[in-house]
């Protein structure tokens, strides 16, 4: 899943998303979006991604997670 989220609460420290995501995905990929929020690759669905940032002690309500369609094009099988 490909996401973009724009929670209201100020964001944890990106060394802290990292290492909470690449726990629990070791693939996934992000950046600071500079309009604001996070863009986010992983296998993680919606509600676990949420949960995660909760546990890093950030909010993010549903309607903050906009998931972006598949940029896949299937040439690694995946």
Do not use: N
Not at 29 to 52: K, N, Q, Y
């Amino acid at each position: 899943m490909e996401c973009r989220l724009t929670p209201d609460a100020p964001l944890p420290q990106p060394e802290l998303i990292e290492g909470a995501l690449l726990d629990a995905d070791p693939a996934a990929v992000f950046d600071v979006d500079p309009a604001g929020g996070l863009r986010i690759a992983t296998s993680l669905g919606v509600d676990e991604l949420r949960a995660l940032l909760h546990g890093l002690g950030c909010e993010v309500g549903r309607g903050q997670v906009e998931v972006l369609p598949s940029i896949c094009c299937g040439g690694c099988s995946g």
